[in-house]
């Protein structure tokens, strides 16, 4: 089992900057990839942006490149967010693959974004 908490949401002016940080705990070296998704009612859930578990290789949807990092440690996984947009306004989830493929997610953080 894995556990992900997720913190650092919170209300920021365009062009602002956030970090959000996921605890992982439980299982960790089972862990193959890490990524960050978002959510906005009515939508499907959608990746920002992903990392493997020895951090060499990450990826980034075309709307955060340029202003989006990923980045991990033993214990946690990091966004930091950039030059904030309003459409960068969503609930952000934390998840975890692992070498079975099992899939575990956070409670998510909102994020908003005002114009």
């Known amino acids: 089992q894995v556990r992900l908490v997720e913190s650092g949401g919170g209300l920021v002016q365009t062009g602002g900057t956030l970090r959000l940080s996921c605890a992982v705990s439980g299982r960790i070296f089972d862990i193959m990839f890490m990524g960050w998704y978002r959510q906005v009612p009515g939508k499907q859930r959608e990746l920002v942006a992903s990392t493997t578990s020895s951090s060499y290789g990450t990826n980034y949807a075309d709307s955060v490149k340029g202003r989006f990092t990923i980045s991990r440690d033993n214990t946690k996984v990091y966004l930091q967010m950039n030059s904030l947009r309003p459409e960068d306004t969503a609930v952000y989830y934390c998840?975890?693959?692992?070498?079975?493929?099992?899939?575990?997610w956070g409670q998510g953080t909102q994020v908003t974004v005002s114009s």
């Open positions: 998840n975890a693959r692992d070498y079975r493929d099992f899939t575990y």
